[in-house]
Each structure stands twice: as structure tokens, then as C-alpha cells.
């Protein structure tokens, strides 16, 4: 999502913020909606300077256009709740993993060894570390959420409480294919290591407010990436 956004801003535009604004035209009209989750993301901090970052971190720089839209989809989404009078509750994600995934690191590894299982061409330095959620987790976290949450606008992240690096995934994947002495090449990427411009290297959630409602992950990054891999060669 990240790196399509750079190539066609106006998709994430129209996808992120219109399509808000339209929903939240449509539940102002209705006037009978009494509240609204919303799939944010962990983007909208940018380069955090603060890590594990938590939701009060300011100020939020995204640094690509994917995580500034879901920044103006939030600020849209509470001045609506706080003019129209419903309940919001806005999840800012880490990396959700799954069977039904269709892009993302795993899928794209996992698409480049079909092609050739002798070479993995490697997005950046492979050292960027981030935090991966199986999508399962990240359903409680959402239901727990919503039903617990008591304010007018709440804002939780969602996330394992560690991370995992690009090459690390990558070893997963060739395991799991049963594949060896794979050929990684790094492209090197961009600003010091990066996939792309945009891709925020570093990244991990201070999960400790939704911890507080009873929530906790029950995998980690490294098992949510091996399930998630293991569920789409399954074709789950």
C-alpha cells in the first residue's frame, strides 16, 4: 500500500480520504449510527523518534502519502464524531499477516521464489525491523476494542510486542518452501536501507492500552509470519 502510494497518489486519496468522507457523509444523513471503528495504520507516526511508540507520540509525520491520508481519514473521522455526536474507535495496525493476504512481504517473496527458487531479489538492506500481527490477533484486538472502549474517540495500537527483520522473513519463507542456499540480492533501497521511499524502517507499537482492556497477542512476529506463510501456501 505504502509503495503504490508514491507511484499514484490520487488512488490513496480517493480510497483513504474520499471514500471516508463519503461514509461519514452517508452516517451523518442517516443520523442513527452510534459508532464507527476504523482500520488506521502504524504510517501515520513516520519515523518515530519514540520506540515502542505509543498513541500520545506527537507530532505524527507520515512520511508517505498512504499514512498521511489515513492521518486526514482520522482527523475527519473525530471532528465528525465529536460534531455529530457517535462513538469512534480508530486502530492504528502494525503489519497484519494471513492466509488471505495479497501483497506485502511474504506474498511478494513467496511469488519471487515460484518464479525462481534459486534467487530472492530483497527490497532495501533487509535490515528493516518491523512488528507483524496474525490477523487473528488482530480481530480480538478490534472486537475487545470496540466493545470495551467507554470515550467518545479512542485511539488504541494494534501490534506483536516485537519485531522482526526483512531478512528474517525471508529465511522463514525459503524454509517453509522447503528451499536452500537461496540467492538473496539486496537492492540496497533508498534513504539508508529503505524498500522504497516512503517505507519506514523501523517500527514498533506500545500496545500497553489495549493491554489494559484484556487484550495481548498470542503470537509473536516471528510466529505470526511462520503461520501466515504456512496458511497461503496452503491456499488458505
Same mark, same amino acid.
Given at each position: ?114 518464479? /525462481?527458487?534459486? *534467487? %530472492?531479489?530483497? $527490497? +532495501? ?5 518491523? !512488528?507483524?500481527?496474525? @490477523? =487473528?490477533?488482530? #480481530? ?65 507499537? /506500545?500496545?500497553? *492500552? %489495549?493491554?489494559? $482492556? +484484556? ?5 509473536? !512476529?516471528?510466529?505470526? @509470519? =511462520?503461520?501466515? #506463510? ?7
Amino acid at each position: 500500500e505504502v509503495r503504490v502510494s508514491a507511484e499514484d497518489p490520487k488512488v490513496h486519496y480517493e480510497q483513504n480520504v474520499l471514500a471516508t468522507f463519503n461514509l461519514l457523509e452517508a452516517i451523518r444523513k442517516v443520523g442513527s449510527v452510534k459508532a464507527l471503528a476504523f482500520a488506521s495504520t502504524s504510517t501515520v507516526y513516520g519515523d518515530a523518534l519514540e520506540i515502542p511508540t505509543p498513541e500520545e507520540y506527537a507530532p505524527l509525520k507520515p512520511i508517505s502519502v498512504y499514512g498521511a491520508s489515513k492521518l486526514a481519514s482520522e482527523a475527519l473521522i473525530i471532528s465528525y464524531a465529536y460534531t455529530y455526536g457517535f462513538k469512534t474507535v480508530i486502530y492504528r495496525l502494525a503489519n497484519i499477516v494471513g492466509s488471505r493476504a495479497r501483497h506485502g512481504v511474504i506474498c511478494d517473496f513467496i511469488r519471487k521464489l515460484r518464479e /525462481n527458487p534459486k *534467487k %530472492l531479489e530483497i $527490497l +532495501g538492506d533487509g535490515t528493516q525491523t518491523k !512488528s507483524y500481527l496474525h @490477523v =487473528e490477533d488482530c #480481530v480480538n484486538a478490534i472486537l475487545i476494542g470496540t466493545n470495551l472502549s467507554r470515550e467518545k474517540v479512542e485511539i488504541f495500537n494494534v501490534g506483536s510486542e516485537d519485531q522482526i527483520t526483512v531478512k528474517e522473513i525471508a529465511d522463514i519463507v525459503c524454509e517453509k518452501m522447503g528451499l536452500s542456499n537461496v540467492q538473496y540480492i539486496f537492492t540496497g533501497g533508498v534513504d539508508g536501507g529503505r524498500g522504497w521511499k516512503g517505507d519506514v524502517k523501523f517500527m514498533l507499537l /506500545n500496545v500497553n *492500552k %489495549l493491554k489494559k $482492556l +484484556g487484550w495481548k497477542p498470542k503470537l509473536n !512476529s516471528r510466529q505470526a @509470519v =511462520e503461520k501466515a #506463510v504456512e496458511e497461503i501456501l496452503k491456499g488458505e
